[in-house]
């Protein structure tokens, strides 16, 4: 069964570089988006946490005088971004070591094993009772988090068909959301329980995340690019006749795989697959530093739209600024984030990476100033209270709808095979990082016995925001309904402006010399189709 909902970018022969996109392909695809519970739920469930009662009491010490503190029992601010941002430290790690891991144990063993990593960092959590052990547990948990988050979006853009690929890329994002959402339910189930499964239990839940999605993914193919890169062929045909439901000597897999192989020929000429090399090409939009540079400060951006302060400390901040019910907020926050990212699947492919970047950004940055002036000029009333939920929830809806998905979309798709899986890691080690400082300094901005900002830290979220707008009109480039492959060639050919308009017109197999040819095609073979053969009657 045919089944490609968008349209693309290109029609007749250009088409044949790959198979129609089928159901079964495109389900397979979207499992690995499961990882994005894991990053969603974990980064989640500590904001809940923090503001449970028996938490405070087992973790914080009596004395304190801040509003939110349990009968004077509170952490202290460096103990409450810690635990917070340690995560997001180990995650940093993660992602830049997995960046070597994918290219030399294969895309899935890495997400595997981010996967058991992440479970020995649970086991910690679970059995603290002092931040001693909690955070030592955050950071191991943090560091699987950090395979699992940047190789996803390497494997799923790599496996992923490309009339599809932002949609399925966005689907990770949507798990990232129902991963908050479920933090949020178990919190907020738990919260009021006196005794140390209050925090457990979301503690213990994240580990169950972390079995379906290694289980799931022992069922998947190896990223067919990841063995062209390896020069298995044989592999790589096989893993893309199951991704793409064709038999292995089909003309469309010869076709797909010619041109991978092609692309890999044509780029690795030019360079070798180094960490070193990631920093190479200069300052045109082809150069792996320009596309390095753009994918972390894509990654930064993002962070800097300020979302976390919602998703982290948004409990804490709506009993700062005297709401009762801050649980609640923080739940039906987590749900419009939910609903609003599946908007995402059909706009990113009809509208547009760029267009939602910069019209998402322009949405963040109105409700942001909003919040901040109603919030500055009537602080503490009601209509002040009522106007921060409203906008909040518009402003993740803008958020989820656009930034949210298109961040990791675009790294997934900007750089060439070489240096892919490190450019990914980079970028996502970015998120980490800005993720990190900014869950880092937010608690100094507005806790009260610290800056006290109140609604006024919205000032600064509306103001990075406007940076976003700036960011994405003059750096992102246009990358829907392209394969990976066509957009290397577009960026060599375009600048960011100008590539929403740019067609492609021929493929790397076209343009290979007749030496070339024979240098890709003696690596087809009848052999290595008939091996493939084989493969396929001895796995999925
Ligand atoms: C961001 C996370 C954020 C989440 C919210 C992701 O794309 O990278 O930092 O918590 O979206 O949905």
Same mark, same amino acid.
């Given at each position: 069964m045919k089944w490609a909902p968008f349209s693309n970018r290109q029609t007749?022969?250009?088409?044949?570089?790959?198979?129609? *996109?089928? %159901?079964?392909?495109?389900?397979? #695809? =979207?499992?690995?988006?499961?990882? @994005?519970?894991?990053?969603?739920?974990?980064?989640?469930?500590? @904001?809940?946490?923090? @503001?449970?009662?028996?938490?405070? %009491?087992?973790? !914080?010490?009596?004395g304190s005088t801040d509003p939110s503190a349990y009968h004077g029992y509170l952490y202290d601010t460096w103990q409450k971004s810690l635990i917070t941002s340690i995560l997001s430290c180990g995650t940093f790690f993660g992602a830049l070591f997995a960046g070597s891991l994918a290219d030399w144990i294969g895309r899935r063993s890495t997400?595997?094993? !981010?996967?058991?990593?992440f479970s020995i960092g649970v086991i910690l959590q679970v059995a603290s009772t002092t931040v001693g052990l909690l955070v030592p547990g955050r950071l191991i948990a943090g560091i699987g988090v950090g395979f699992v988050s940047a190789i996803i979006i390497l494997y799923m853009s790599e496996v992923a068909p490309k009339a599809v690929r932002g949609a399925i890329v966005s689907g990770y994002q949507f798990s990232i959301t129902i991963g908050l959402l479920l933090a949020s339910c178990v919190d907020q189930g738990t919260h009021n329980r006196m005794d140390t499964s209050s925090y457990r239990i979301p503690m =213990? /839940?994240?580990?169950?995340? =972390?079995?379906?999605?290694?289980?799931?993914? &022992?069922?998947?193919?190896e990223s067919p690019r990841y063995f062209v890169k390896k020069e298995q062929l044989d592999k790589a045909a096989h893993a893309l006749s199951v991704l793409r439901g064709q038999p292995v000597d089909s003309q469309y897999i010869r076709d797909e795989l010619a041109e991978l192989v092609a692309n890999y020929h044509y780029e690795i000429e030019n360079m070798r697959a180094s960490w070193l090399d990631c920093f190479r090409g200069g300052w045109k939009p082809s150069g792996n530093l320009r596309r390095v540079c753009l994918g972390m400060a894509m990654q930064m951006m993002q962070q800097w739209t300020g979302v976390n302060f919602i998703f982290y400390y948004g409990t804490t901040f709506f009993q700062q600024v005297g709401m009762k019910?801050?649980?609640? /907020?923080?739940?039906?926050?987590?749900?419009?984030? *939910? #609903?609003?990212?599946?908007?995402?699947?059909?706009?990113?492919?009809?509208?547009?990476?760029?267009?939602? %970047?910069?019209?998402?950004?322009?949405?963040?940055?109105v409700c942001e100033f909003i919040i901040a002036i109603v919030g500055t000029a009537d602080s503490g009333s009601q209509a002040a209270n009522m106007c921060l939920i409203v906008f909040t929830c518009i402003y993740i809806f803008f958020f989820a709808s656009t930034w949210g998905?298109? =961040?990791? *979309?675009v790294i997934g798709e900007i750089f060439p095979l070489p240096i892919r899986a490190k450019g990914v890691?980079?970028?996502?080690?970015?998120?980490?990082?800005?993720? &990190? *400082?900014i869950s880092e300094i937010t608690p100094y901005m507005v806790d009260s016995d610290e800056g006290n900002l109140k609604s006024k830290v919205f000032f600064i979220?509306?103001?990075? #925001?406007?940076? #976003?707008?700036?960011f994405a009109y003059f750096f992102v480039p246009e990358t829907k309904g392209l394969s990976l492959e066509q957009v290397d060639r577009m960026l060599e050919e375009t600048t960011p402006r100008t590539s929403a308009s740019w067609v492609p017109h021929d493929t790397f197999a076209d343009q290979l010399t007749r030496a070339d040819v024979d240098k890709v095609t003696s690596g087809m073979g009848a052999a290595h189709f008939e091996k493939a053969k084989d493969l396929g009657s001895s796995s999925v």
């Open positions: 007749g022969d250009l088409n044949r570089v790959e198979a129609p *996109v089928t %159901l079964r392909g495109y389900l397979l #695809c =979207a499992f690995a988006a499961f990882g @994005g519970i894991l990053f969603g739920y974990d980064s989640g469930y500590i @904001g809940g946490v923090l @503001g449970m009662n028996y938490f405070k %009491l087992q973790f !914080g010490h009596s997400i595997i094993a !981010g996967c058991m990593v =213990a /839940i994240q580990w169950v995340w =972390a079995v379906i999605l290694a289980t799931g993914l &022992f069922l998947l193919p019910n801050s649980f609640i /907020i923080s739940i039906i926050t987590t749900v419009v984030n *939910v #609903c609003s990212t599946p908007i995402s699947f059909w706009t990113i492919e009809k509208l547009g990476r760029r267009s939602l %970047l910069i019209y998402g950004a322009i949405g963040m940055l998905p298109a =961040a990791w *979309v890691a980079l970028s996502t080690a970015s998120n980490w990082l800005w993720n &990190f *400082v979220w509306g103001a990075t #925001c406007t940076l #976003c707008v700036f």
